[in-house]
Structures are given as structure tokens and as C-alpha cells.
Nanobody
Framework: QVHLVESGGGLVQAGGSLRLSCTASGRIRSIAAMGWHRQAPGKQRELVAG???????NYTDSVKGRFTISRDDAKNTVTLQMNSLKAEDTAVYYC???????????????WGQGTQVTVSS
């Protein structure tokens, strides 16, 4: 089993910055992709940013140039640096990890509990 713990959400004024972190723990054999999704009230959950095991990154268009995703494989951690935040970035942010646990032959998707990000205009 793999457990994800997120941190770093909060309230910030428009134009400010926040840094989200997510650490995976448990019986982890290997981690493939890692990423952050978000869900605003009344909207579907969307992928914000992802990073592959090889370090390739992708971002949704609305955050390109403002958000940066990175991973530290030694610590099983993925981080989302969010700059120039806008009111429309307000959402619950969820960490997502595709990992293979010890004793398993398959990769599975694991999710964090979510952390609230609120940007006041």
C-alpha cells in the first residue's frame, strides 16, 4: 500500500506564491508518473501538472509559465511551485502518484487527501 501526504496549501493574495509538496510512503517498489490535479467548486477535476519517471513535464495551458513541478526520487516527493497566482487557481489540489507497491506486478494510481488553495483577488 502507498500513502500520500500533502502539505502547503492555504490562503494567498492574487499575485502571490504557494508551494505544495506531496510525499509518498509505504511499501513502494517504484514510482512512475507523479502529478497534481485540482478541482474547483462545480467543476471537474483537471490535471494541472505532471512529471514522468524520466523527468518530462507537462502543464495545463492556464498555468504554463507560472507553475513548476519537480520530483525528488530519493525522498519520493513531488512539489508544485505556484507563482503569480490568480483567483481562478482557487481549488482543492490533489497529489497523484502512479506506483508499484512491493509484491505487486502492476502500477496503480494513488491519491492524496487534497489541500485547499484559495487565492483572493
Amino acid at each position: 500500500q502507498v500513502h500520500l501526504v500533502e502539505s502547503g496549501g492555504g490562503l494567498v493574495q492574487a499575485g502571490g506564491s504557494l508551494r505544495l509538496s506531496c510525499t509518498a510512503s509505504g511499501r513502494i517498489r517504484s514510482i512512475a508518473a507523479m502529478g497534481w490535479h485540482r478541482q474547483a467548486p462545480g467543476k471537474q477535476r483537471e490535471l494541472v501538472a505532471g512529471v514522468t519517471g524520466g523527468g518530462s513535464t507537462n502543464y495545463t495551458d492556464s498555468v504554463k509559465g507560472r507553475f513548476t513541478i519537480s520530483r525528488d526520487d530519493a525522498k519520493n516527493t513531488v512539489t508544485l511551485q505556484m507563482n503569480s497566482l490568480k483567483a481562478e487557481d482557487t481549488a482543492v489540489y490533489y497529489c497523484n502518484v502512479r506506483a508499484r507497491s512491493s509484491g505487486s506486478f502492476y502500477y496503480e494510481d494513488y491519491w492524496g487527501q487534497g489541500t485547499q488553495v484559495t487565492v483572493s483577488s
